[in-house]
């Protein structure tokens, strides 16, 4: 049983196992997750949006902080080191970057190269919050980095008729 829940964590922790990738696992788990929301994220409604992320990040900070303890990165309380193989963190980071977005290609692709840029220059606070202990360091600076994207993103709608575009876009699926 006990190698069954390691296999799981693991499998969560490395977004089906993204996280190995020899080159960006960061970048590889954010594209997996890309893809996934690309697929079905036309079919979540705004509470479906409200119930997923608070999920999502609760399954993050739990997994990355076990994982992190597993790879020997942290013990008890302490500041965390994001291992490379963690990812999960890049998966909710960019599901906040694009919800309750207009659901579509450009979406997926903006949300992408996005988040990655904010999550690499990581602006404030998202360094800080790296400081914190166990899974809440390791996941909550790509939140805000996601909060930042998601930001980004709407100013992007709202100034340049992106948001029409991608409008036509949900409309055609």
Same mark, same amino acid.
């Given at each position: 049983?006990?190698?069954?829940?390691?296999? /799981?964590?693991? +499998?969560?922790?490395?977004?089906?196992?993204?996280?190995?990738? &020899?080159?960006? &696992?960061?970048?590889?788990?954010?594209?997996?997750?890309?893809?996934?929301?690309?697929?079905?994220?036309?079919?979540?409604?705004?509470?479906?949006?409200?119930?997923?992320?608070?999920?999502?990040?609760?399954?993050?900070?739990?997994?990355?902080?076990?994982?992190?303890?597993?790879?020997?990165?942290?013990?008890?309380?302490?500041?965390? *080191?994001?291992?490379?193989?963690?990812? $999960?963190?890049?998966?909710?980071?960019?599901?906040?970057?694009?919800?309750?977005?207009?659901?579509?290609?450009?979406?997926?692709?903006?949300?992408?190269?996005?988040?990655?840029? #904010?999550?690499?220059? *990581? &602006? &404030?606070?998202?360094? =800080?919050?790296? *400081?914190?202990?166990?899974? =809440?360091?390791?996941? /909550?600076?790509?939140?805000?980095?996601?909060?930042?994207?998601? #930001? $980004?993103?709407?100013?992007?709608? +709202?100034?340049?008729?992106? +948001?029409?575009?991608?409008?036509?876009?949900?409309? /055609?699926?």
């Amino acid at each position: 049983m006990r190698s069954g829940a390691g296999f /799981l964590r693991t +499998a969560v922790a490395t977004v089906l196992f993204s996280g190995y990738s &020899p080159i960006a &696992p960061g970048t590889a788990g954010t594209a997996v997750i890309a893809i996934a929301y690309y697929l079905w994220g036309g079919f979540l409604e705004p509470v479906a949006w409200g119930l997923l992320l608070p999920i999502v990040f609760g399954i993050a900070v739990y997994t990355a902080g076990s994982m992190a303890r597993a790879v020997g990165r942290v013990r008890g309380t302490e500041e965390a *080191k994001d291992p490379g193989v963690v990812v $999960i963190d890049e998966a909710i980071g960019y599901l906040v970057t694009v919800a309750f977005l207009p659901h579509g290609f450009w979406t997926a692709v903006a949300g992408f190269f996005l988040f990655r840029f #904010l999550d690499i220059v *990581k &602006p &404030p606070p998202c360094r =800080w919050l790296e *400081k914190l202990p166990g899974g =809440w360091g390791i996941v /909550l600076d790509d939140v805000v980095a996601g909060v930042y994207g998601q #930001l $980004i993103l709407r100013l992007l709608m +709202a100034f340049t008729g992106f +948001a029409g575009a991608m409008g036509m876009e949900v409309g /055609l699926q």
